[in-house]
């Protein structure tokens, strides 16, 4: 009887809540939310400037992704990678775009404010 309830314990300890490592070859929740913010950033500036020259506009945003994926040494590969990673975790993918649009409306109130 012993052994059955030692049994039981150990079965119903396996089947608790795990927490999943993210993989080594994908960034942090952390470091993804930073350059999500940079992107999105690239990328208005982007729609600002494809007005003055669509053709400069695309060469300024291709350097600002390239600037952008050195900065945080990681290949478009890398990026692709995280991307897929996040996106078969919505919930963590959520959490990750909420912390963006928070970062960037904190960032837009600091310049209404100057």
Do not use: W
């Not at 478009?76 to 970062?103: C, G, M, N, R, W």
Request: aromatic share 8%; glycine share 2%.
């Amino acid at each position: 009887m012993k052994i059955s309830s030692f049994i039981l314990c150990l079965i119903l300890l396996s089947c608790g809540n795990q927490q999943k490592e993210t993989p080594q070859n994908i960034l942090s929740e952390n470091s993804f939310i930073n350059l999500l913010k940079d992107i999105h950033l690239a990328e208005a500036k982007f729609e600002l400037h494809k007005t003055k020259g669509m053709e400069n506009a695309k060469n300024e945003l291709a350097h600002n992704y390239s600037t952008i994926y050195e900065n945080y040494e990681i290949t478009i590969d890398d990026f692709d990678k995280t991307l897929d990673y996040y996106a078969q975790h919505p919930e963590q993918l959520e959490k990750i775009y909420t912390s963006v649009l928070e970062q960037l409306t904190k960032d837009r109130t600091i310049l209404d404010q100057q």
